[in-house]
Structures are given as C-alpha cells and as structure tokens.
C-alpha cells in the first residue's frame, strides 16, 4: 500500500541545536515533495519544494534533502529557536501537473530555551 | 487581505444537518483545493478544481460531500446529513499558474453533535 510517514513522536531539542525531521514514503514516486510549518489553530504554511532531480536544498537556516533511493526526505532547521516551535508537515505531489498533495502526518517540533 | 480566507472560522452542528463551508481564493489563483485534518492526523485531499476543468473529485469520501468553485472564484463545501466522524478542520488552498506552492486559509473547524 501507498503511506507517506513522519517521525511519529514529538520532537524536543535545545535552542541553538539542529532540528532533523524525516519524511519516508512508501510505493511512489514524488515528482516533487514539500515542507510546510503549520502553526496550532493556523493553515500550513509553504516552506520549501525539492524536485525528484534534485538532491539538496537551502533557505535561511532551512535545508531539505531527497533521497529518491531511500525514498526519504529529511528536512533541518539549524541554529534553532523556540519561535521555530510548530508541526512540520511534508507532503509529495505525484506528477507536475498541480494536483494534489499527500501529507503526512506531521511532526511537533518543540524548542527549549 | 490577500491571502486565502474562509468562513465561517467554527461551525457546530447537529448530526444529520447539512452544512456549507466558504472558500475566497487569493485574486487570480486558477487552481483551488479542499483537505480535511482530523485530530492529530494529516491533511486528506478531497477535491481540486484547476480553471475550466472537471474538477479531480478522488478524495470525496461519500456522495454527502460536495463542491463547486462558481465563475471560477468563491468555493463552497458541502456536507450533507453530517455525521459525527464529519468534525474535523477543512482546509482550502489556492495556487497560481506559475507556481507549485500552495497557499491555505486558516480552516473553518466543524464539530458534528
């Protein structure tokens, strides 16, 4: 069967620390995946798209990378803060033609001071 | 506001009432969706109209769902004969032509008695 899996605890770190989310699917082949910070009470919000030819990708203190062998992705937030504090989610497209998004199940980030 | 809104933001009804659910698209968004989140789950496709097309109803999960996206703007949900495993979040979300990212409102949360 088709599962799209997120690191299934919540994840607790220390400020200062590198935060690593992992995002495993299972019987696809994502033409794209993506990362979205959903806030408690808010919609998701777009934070980064990695194509399947693509192995690596970088914004601010965000890094995403794809690995379509291990069919994995893993998403990090270095030098974390307590604002960074939210659930991430990733979520896979199965063509580029715009369709739908599957998600997975998200996974609760938390940072100390 | 620019961004995606709907209304209402809360909606509790009792089993067995129909319910309509708003959508208002950021201006000039072509491609329009709706998820639900349930409790501590992901957010599930249910349907995705993209201009002039028949819209991609796959993730309707009975013929109690239903949507229409008028003149290719506003987008109503609706659900009739709501049960209690209806109460969930429901997400809309918008995408331009030249983009894959897509843009969410904030949810209305429906809660079924």
């Known amino acids: 069967s088709q599962k799209i899996e997120q690191n299934s605890e919540a994840l607790n770190i220390q400020e200062g620390k590198t935060a690593t989310l992992t995002c495993n699917y299972t019987?696809?082949?994502?033409?794209?995946l993506q990362w979205y910070r959903q806030d408690p009470g808010r919609g998701p919000v777009f934070l980064l798209l990695?194509?399947?030819?693509?192995k690596e990708k970088r914004k601010e203190r965000l890094k995403v990378t794809f690995d379509t062998t291990l069919k994995q992705s893993l998403f990090h937030i270095t030098a974390s803060q307590p604002a960074d504090s939210a659930t991430y989610l990733c979520?896979?497209?199965?063509?580029?033609?715009?369709?739908?998004?599957?998600f997975g199940q998200g996974t609760e980030l938390s940072v100390k001071p | 506001g620019a961004g995606v809104s709907q209304s209402p933001s809360n909606k509790v009804t009792e089993k067995g009432k129909d319910v309509e659910l708003r959508c208002d698209p950021i201006?000039?968004?072509?491609?329009l969706y709706w998820y639900r989140q349930s409790l501590g789950q992901g957010l599930e496709f249910l349907i995705y109209?993209?201009?002039?097309?028949?819209?991609?109803k796959s993730g309707l999960p009975s013929d109690r769902f239903s949507a229409e996206r008028t003149g290719g703007s506003v987008s109503t949900l609706t659900i009739q004969r709501t049960q209690q495993e209806d109460s969930a979040v429901y997400l809309c979300?918008?995408?331009?032509?030249?983009?894959?990212?897509?843009?969410f409102g904030p949810g209305t949360r429906l809660t079924v008695l």
């Open positions: 990695i194509r399947e030819n693509e």
């Open positions: 201006s000039g968004h072509t491609a």
């Open positions: 979300a918008t995408r331009g032509t030249s983009t894959d990212t897509q843009y």
């Open positions: 979520a896979l497209a199965e063509d580029n033609q715009g369709g739908k998004l599957i």
């Open positions: 109209f993209q201009g002039n097309s028949a819209p991609d």
């Open positions: 019987n696809y082949s994502p033409a794209y």
